[in-house]
């Protein structure tokens, strides 16, 4: 019996990490579900953002950066504890390299002047910081 005491206890740990990975992703999925167009909107206003300012800024002007970028897509319909969170989601999952394809896309296409103001601003904001 003594021998199966570690083998049990192994057995445990690696259910209970299972099940905390599987509750993450679950909670992250149904986050993306819930708030899927605001994330794409603000992976719009972003991603040309870091585009330009990715290699001057440090970790805590991108988090910034993002907040702001969540906060202008939702217009007030989210609060500050979702923004955070969505923000988080959102630079954990940021690919640099799809981010500058689609930069390019949106350059070629054009922007609007509302996309420019905004843009302009969030990065007026973090540079001040």
């Known amino acids: 019996m003594i021998f199966l005491e570690p083998v049990i206890a192994a057995l445990l740990g690696a259910g209970v990490t299972a099940l905390a990975v599987f509750f993450r992703k679950n909670i992250a999925a149904q986050m993306v579900l819930k708030y899927g167009s605001l994330v794409k909107k603000a992976y719009d206003i972003i ?21 702001l970028a969540v906060k202008s897509a939702a217009d007030g319909e989210i609060t500050e504890d979702e923004i955070k969170k969505i923000a988080v989601y959102m630079a954990d999952a940021w690919l ?32 001040a910081s």
């Open 96 to 127: 640099p390299a799809a981010a500058a394809d689609k930069v390019r896309i949106l350059e070629a296409k054009g922007t609007t002047e509302e996309q420019d103001t905004v843009t302009k601003l969030i990065t007026k904001t973090v540079n």
């Open 47 to 67: 991603d040309p953002i870091l585009d330009k300012n990715l290699t001057n800024w440090n970790g805590g002007q991108v988090d910034q950066a993002f907040e």
